[in-house]
């Protein structure tokens, strides 16, 4: 009987074959990680079409806006009223362009309504990003302005008991605790109006920025890096094949 040694092929291509399972298993990775920032790129893509049609609409009296506060986000408003500076309120702190400040967020009463429509009428500068001279930043009291609108969100973390003390997150529960008076859901984020101009006038703050971010290049480089990794794994693979060492 004549032995003959096994063909060591099988186990001399196992090596590289197991090599290449890894960088596939990479390139798979990668594509689902390119895939996911593509679903990204279409959200914020959808995101902001509805940001630029809100934006570009004429602006619509507030109390027309639907109930929905969701379908409202930067929609803009116009709304006409008395403002309440002695209910005022300050959302801290807040930075802009790098310097400490505060947002006011003043109460405007609508004839023969009781309930009040929060005004965030700009950024001021506070050194501690708490305390204002809310009386420099007076503007007028009867009042016809336009802005965007928001929802406040219903609940959060409670305000601080010290009344004194700034509110550091907006919520529909806490500024209704502070005021005492129904709130509406949204509030508007004023951008223009019809009163005379003073020298000190809140800086008012900008519309959101449509922005399409980054996730289309971080598309695609994930699949640049399954792309190297899948053509590295093959051309190693052949080199292995190629290099194995032959039967003796």
Known sequence: MIWRTPDPLPSVRL??????????????????????????????????????????????????????????????????????????LVLGPRVSEGSPGVHLLTPLERPGNDTLVLVSRGWVYSPDGAGVARARWREADTVEIGGYALPIPADGPAPPADTLRPLRVLTLSGVA????????????????????????????????????????????????????????????????????????
């Open 15 to 88: 090596k590289p074959l197991l090599g290449l399972l890894i960088p596939l298993a990479f390139a798979a990775l990668f594509v689902r990680f390119g895939i996911w920032q593509l679903s990204r790129h279409r959200e914020v893509a959808a995101r902001n079409a509805v940001l630029s049609a809100r934006l570009a609409a004429p602006p619509i009296a507030l109390e027309s806006l639907p109930a929905d506060t969701t379908a409202v986000a930067w929609a803009r408003v116009r709304v006409a009223g008395r403002f309440r500076y002695d209910l005022e």
């Open 177 to 248: 605790s502070r005021l005492g008076r129904p709130v509406a859901p949204v509030h508007v984020v004023m951008t223009s109006d019809s009163m005379a101009r003073a020298d000190s006038v809140p800086r008012r703050l900008p519309p959101p920025r449509i922005d399409p971010g980054p996730h289309w290049s971080y598309m695609l480089q994930w699949f640049g890096f399954a792309l190297i990794a899948l053509v590295g794994g093959v051309l190693l693979y052949r080199r292995g094949i190629v290099e194995r060492p032959s039967e003796g």
